[in-house]
C-alpha cells in the first residue's frame, strides 16, 4: 500500500494505537461505517475533537455513530471552554478563525491548531498514558485522517514524529461522491457537514443548512455582527466578516450556488469539514 513517494499513507506494522479522527462529517462516517462493516480493519479507537459549537445537526449524528453503531470506543477531545467563548472573550490569538477580510483575502487562523490537533494530541497521550512531555516513540500511533481523492491536495505529514497520518479513503481511491453512494447503497442517512456553525470557509450550501435552525442561524448572526464593533474593528484592524461576499451575514445572498471552490480546501490539516 506503500505508493505515496514520501509514505503519507503507509500503514505502519505494529503501531500502539490506531486512531480514527472522526470529524462525523461525510468522509470520516463513511470510514468509520467502512470499518464497522469490517470492509476495513477497524481502528483502536476514534476520537473527535469537539470546539463546542458544531452544528446540532452534527451533534446529533455523532450521537448515533456512539449508540452502538461502531464497535470501537469514540472519545472526545476538548478544550476547556468552546472556541466561541474563547474568541469573544479576548482570545483572538488563540481562537483565530479564518475571517473573510474586508479588504481582501482571509486573515489566518489558529482555531484549527488550538481547538482540534492539540486536543487530539493530548486524548492520545492520555490514552498511552504518557503524559504532556513524556517521550512516546516515533510512529507509535496511526492517525486515520478522511480525506478523500478530490481532496488529495488536503494530505500532510501530521507534523508530530509520534504520529503517523494515514489516509484510507485516498488509499482506496474514494473521492467524495464515492462515500455518498457507498452511504446511499447501505441505506445511511447523509451526515452534515461537520464544521463549526460560523466557520467562514462554508459556503452558501453549508449557511443555508444553518439558516434552517433559526436559533443557531441568530447566534452566528450575532457573532458576525460582534466581529465589526468598535471594539473588535480596532483588535482586528478593520471589518472582518462570516460571509465570503464580504455583507453582513444577515444581509448575505446565501440562495446563490456556489460556484468557486471549497474553502475547507485551505483547510490542510485535514480536521475541519470531514
Ligand atoms: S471548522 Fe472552521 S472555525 Fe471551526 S476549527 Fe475548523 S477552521 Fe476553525
Redesign the pocket.
Known sequence: MDFWHDGLSRPLASPKLRVLSLGAGVQSTTLALMAARGDIAAPDCAIFAD?G?EPQAVYEHLAWLCSGVLPFPVHIAQCDRS?RAALMAGDEDGAR??WHVGRGGMGG?N??RN??IRPIRRKIRELLGVGLRGYVAPGAVESWVGISLDEITRIKPSGCLFIHNRHPLIEARMTRQACYRWLEERQYRIPPKS??K??P?QGNEGWRSLWENPDEWAETVELDGWLREPAQIARFHGQVYLHHSRVPLAEANIALADTGPDLFGH?CEG???V
Do not use: H, Q, S, V
Open positions: 470546539t459549537d472556541l478563525i479564518p487562523r482555531c484549527t481547538w482540534k464544521r463549526c460560523y466557520c470557509f483547510e480536521m475541519c469539514g
